[in-house]
Nanobody
């Protein structure tokens, strides 16, 4: 059974940093995978795709406001990936989800709350 479990969320003041982790079990990373982080704002139903990284190396930011502040990374030996968030702003407050996609697979974590106080 494949599981993705996020951790590292919490309450932080504006300008602070958090590092979210996504522990993957039941499957190992392959070259066909793409890892990504998404977020869902309070009161919104749709998730916003924040950052996507292909196992081949390219990273794509889908949100201009996080460029230069958020970084996605992975540790294939530990089967984990991360979202480093710096200079957090109140508008970054959301539930953050990790996602692992393959050619015919699509797995999501359960989400972790990030709250940025102004």
């Amino acid at each position: 059974q494949v599981q993705l479990v996020e951790s590292g969320g919490g309450l932080v003041q504006s300008g602070g940093s958090l590092k979210l982790s996504c522990a993957v079990s039941g499957i190992t990373f392959s070259a066909d995978n793409a890892i990504s982080w998404h977020r869902q704002f309070p009161g919104k139903q749709r998730e916003e795709r924040v950052l996507v990284a292909a196992m081949a190396g390219d990273t794509t930011s889908h949100v201009e406001s996080v460029v230069g502040r958020f970084t996605i990374s992975r540790d294939t030996a530990k089967n984990m990936f991360y979202l480093q968030m710096n200079n957090l702003k109140s508008e970054d407050t959301a539930v953050y989800y990790c996602r692992l996609q393959g050619r015919a697979t699509d797995f999501w974590g359960q989400g972790t709350q990030v709250t940025v106080s102004s």
